[in-house]
């Protein structure tokens, strides 16, 4: 069973907006957001490394695809490798 596509901050504020009286749907935004920065610090970290041999690649392969395709990831402002 897969996965349904990955929401992007702009969805999740108008999710936010029709919801501004639910705690459930509160903490569940606060527990997307703690995921989202895990999500962060998980793309910093396989941006440090280079490629590894064995599985230790194929899981760093197969972590920086699904990062790709993240909003979170892609959302978030970069430096220009020249800075």
Do not use: H
Not at 4 to 11: G, R, S, V
Request: aromatic fraction near 4%.
């Amino acid at each position: 069973m897969g996965f349904k596509e990955p929401l992007p901050t702009a969805q999740l504020r108008e999710i936010q907006e029709r919801n501004l009286d639910s705690a459930d749907v509160r903490a569940l935004l606060w527990e997307i957001k703690r995921l989202r920065s895990v999500l962060l610090y998980a793309d910093q970290l396989q941006r440090m490394l280079t490629t590894l041999a064995g599985p230790q690649g194929a899981i760093l392969d197969t972590l920086r695809e699904k990062l790709r395709d993240e909003p979170c990831v892609k959302e978030f402002p970069r430096l220009p490798p020249s800075a």
